[in-house]
Nanobody, 114 residues
Framework: VQLQASGGGLVQAGGSLRLSCAAS????????VAWYRQRPGREREQVSI???????TYAESVRGRFTIARDIGTNMIYLHMNRLKPEDTAVYYC?????????WGQGTLVTVSS
C-alpha cells in the first residue's frame, strides 16, 4: 500500500486546513485509517483514527476541531482541521493498517503562526 499525503502549509492561528492522503487502493478494506503528527521535539502521536467501518476517536487536544474522513470512491483519507493553534504545528502523517501491517505516508508539514 502506498500513501501520498498533501495539503500542509502555513496558516494563521484560528484558520483551517484540509490534509489529504491518497491511497493506492480502496480505503474501505483497511482495518484502520489514521492521522498522526510529530510536533517539534516530541514523539509521534495519534491525532485521529477510524477503526473498522465507523469507530472514530480523536486525541483530546484536537477533539471538536479536527475531523477525519475517508472517501471510498476516490481512495482518499482526509483530516479537516479547524480553529488551528500554534501548538498544532507538526508534520502530519497518514497511516493505514491492513491485515496487521501498518503503512505510512511521507508526511506533510503544517505550520500555524500566532
Amino acid at each position: 500500500v502506498q500513501l501520498q499525503a498533501s495539503g500542509g502549509g502555513l496558516v494563521q492561528a484560528g484558520g483551517s486546513l484540509r490534509l489529504s492522503c491518497a491511497a493506492s487502493r480502496s480505503v474501505f478494506g483497511f482495518n484502520a485509517v489514521a492521522w498522526y503528527r510529530q510536533r517539534p521535539g516530541r514523539e509521534r502521536e495519534q491525532v485521529s483514527i477510524i477503526r473498522g467501518t465507523s469507530r472514530t476517536t480523536y486525541a483530546e487536544s484536537v477533539r471538536g476541531r479536527f475531523t477525519i474522513a475517508r472517501d471510498i470512491g476516490t481512495n482518499m483519507i482526509y483530516l479537516h482541521m479547524n480553529r488551528l493553534k500554534p501548538e498544532d504545528t507538526a508534520v502530519y502523517y497518514c497511516n493505514v493498517e491492513d491485515r496487521s501491517v501498518e503503512y505510512w505516508g511521507q508526511g506533510t508539514l503544517v505550520t500555524v503562526s500566532s
